[in-house]
């Protein structure tokens, strides 16, 4: 089983930046893809993907993301990260860390998928 935790959320005035990062820890063999998240508290408002980042280190980013936000990782601390730039009200949200794990017992391996319990980002004035 794995555990993701997500920190360094908070309060940021436009145009700020923000560090998130997400650790998983646990009982498993490898942690593959990563993946940001965020849902904003909107009604209706459906989890949008944020960003990706193989366990290659090859990023992707949504659309309205693209050229402020960066996505890394640490693959000997199972910890992903992500840089927030020039932030805008519209980032509010709550970002949720996703990733794909393998887990292996016996001779058999398995890959699964995980959330963390998500972390508040408030951009505001």
């Known amino acids: 089983q794995v555990r993701l935790v997500e920190s360094g959320g908070g309060l940021v005035q436009p145009g700020g930046s923000l560090s998130l990062s997400c650790a998983a820890s646990?009982?498993?063999?490898?942690?593959?893809?990563m993946s940001w998240y965020r849902q904003a508290p909107t009604l209706g408002k459906q989890r949008e993907l944020v960003a990706t980042i193989t366990s290659s280190g090859r990023a992707t980013y949504g659309d309205s993301v693209k050229g402020r936000f960066s996505v890394s990782r640490d693959n000997d601390k199972n910890t992903m990260y992500l840089q927030m730039n020039s932030l805008e009200p519209e980032d509010a949200a709550v970002y949720y860390c996703y990733a794909l794990i393998q887990g292996c017992a016996g001779p058999g391996c398995v890959e699964y998928d995980d959330w963390g319990q998500g972390t508040q980002v408030t951009v505001s004035s």
């Open positions: 646990g009982n498993f063999y490898r942690v593959n893809a």
